[in-house]
Structures are given as C-alpha cells and as structure tokens.
C-alpha cells in the first residue's frame, strides 16, 4: 500500500540516492542535497515523497507562485514504476495545489522525454505552445 507524506529531514540520504539514479545527466547545479535544503525554506509542505513500507520509491516537488504552481524531481524508481505511484504523486500535488487556491499546474519536461510526455497527458495535461525561457541568477551548488 503506497503511502504518500511530506518529506521529512530524515528521508535526506534516500531521496538523493533517488534522484541521482533517476536523473543521472543532470547538470551540477541540480545538486540535490542543495535542492532540498533550499526547498525546505520554502512550502515544504508540497514537497512529498511516495512510500512502500518504509522504502522511499517516489518523489514530487511542487509550489505555489501565487499564480500558478510548478512540479519538478516527479521521480519513481525504475523498479517500482507502472504501478501508478508516479500517479498518486501527482494527484497529492494536485490536491494540495487545488487547496492553496491554485488554478493551474505547470510543468516543463525535456523535449527528448517521450514517454514522460505521455504520462502526464495521461493525467489530463496538454503540450502548450510555448518557449521554455531561464535565466540563472547565482551559483549555490557545491564546487568540485
Ligand atoms: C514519469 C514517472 C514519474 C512515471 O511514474 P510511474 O509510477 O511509472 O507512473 P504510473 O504508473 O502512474 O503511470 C500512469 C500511466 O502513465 C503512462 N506512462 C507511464 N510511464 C510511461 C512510459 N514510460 N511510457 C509511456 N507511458 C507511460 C501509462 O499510461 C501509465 O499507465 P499504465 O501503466 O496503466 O499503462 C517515472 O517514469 C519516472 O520517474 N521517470 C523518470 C523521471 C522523469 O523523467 N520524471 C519527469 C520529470 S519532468
């Protein structure tokens, strides 16, 4: 029975471990005991992690702008995934955006990410025309 809780400080070492099985390309400043600690300054209470047991499987880090909300780390592990746990995540997310007055739900995937683009269009989310614009404004990740 997948349970689906807020993060706690002591789910640290599992939910990185998660992530950099999950999103090994990713690039340096996507450090991810840096992304949590920065996360938990701000609406930790919608970054959630999915549980089987006490086995941390899934991830989801969400926010609120005011406006609208953002999802980023959706992550279930390779061995637990096509259970609906990457699912529930997002309908936790969903809720939780809905209760907060949240009217929309945003999200960016990687253009190459075929078979992620079909899962959410799964969950009722459209491709929108759209360019994907950033900007970094600082460097916080650890330096080699
Ligand atoms: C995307 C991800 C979170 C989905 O998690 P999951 O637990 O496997 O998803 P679910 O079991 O809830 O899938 C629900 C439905 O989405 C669709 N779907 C999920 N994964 C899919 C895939 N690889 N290819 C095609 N459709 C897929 C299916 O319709 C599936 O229903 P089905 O299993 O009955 O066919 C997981 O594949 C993952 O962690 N991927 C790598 C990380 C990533 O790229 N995250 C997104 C960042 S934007």
């Known amino acids: 029975m997948i349970e689906i809780r807020a993060y ?10 998660l992530w950099r099985e999950v999103f090994p390309g990713s690039p340096a400043w996507n450090h991810p005991e840096t992304d949590i600690q920065r996360k938990l300054a701000v ?4 970054f959630l992690v999915a549980l089987l047991g006490s086995e941390i499987v899934g991830t989801a880090m969400a926010g609120y702008d005011g ?7 959706a992550a279930v592990s390779p061995g637990h995934r096509r259970q ?5 995540l997002m309908r936790a997310v969903e809720h939780r955006l809905a209760a907060a007055g949240c009217p929309k739900l945003n999200l960016q995937v990687r253009a190459t990410n075929r078979a ?8 009722g989310y459209q491709v929108e ?4 614009m950033g900007k970094r404004l600082f460097h ?5």
Not at 68 to 73: E, I, L, N, S, T
Not at 129 to 132: K, N, T
């Open 140 to 144: 916080s990740f650890p330096e080699p």
């Open 84 to 88: 609906g746990i990457g699912s529930a």
């Open 8 to 17: 706690l400080e002591s789910d640290e070492a599992a939910v990185a471990a």
């Open 43 to 46: 609406q930790r209470e919608l």
């Open 129 to 132: 025309e759209r360019v994907s």
């Open 116 to 123: 992620v683009v079909a899962f959410y269009e799964r969950l």
């Open 67 to 73: 406006h609208r909300g953002w999802v980023y780390y």
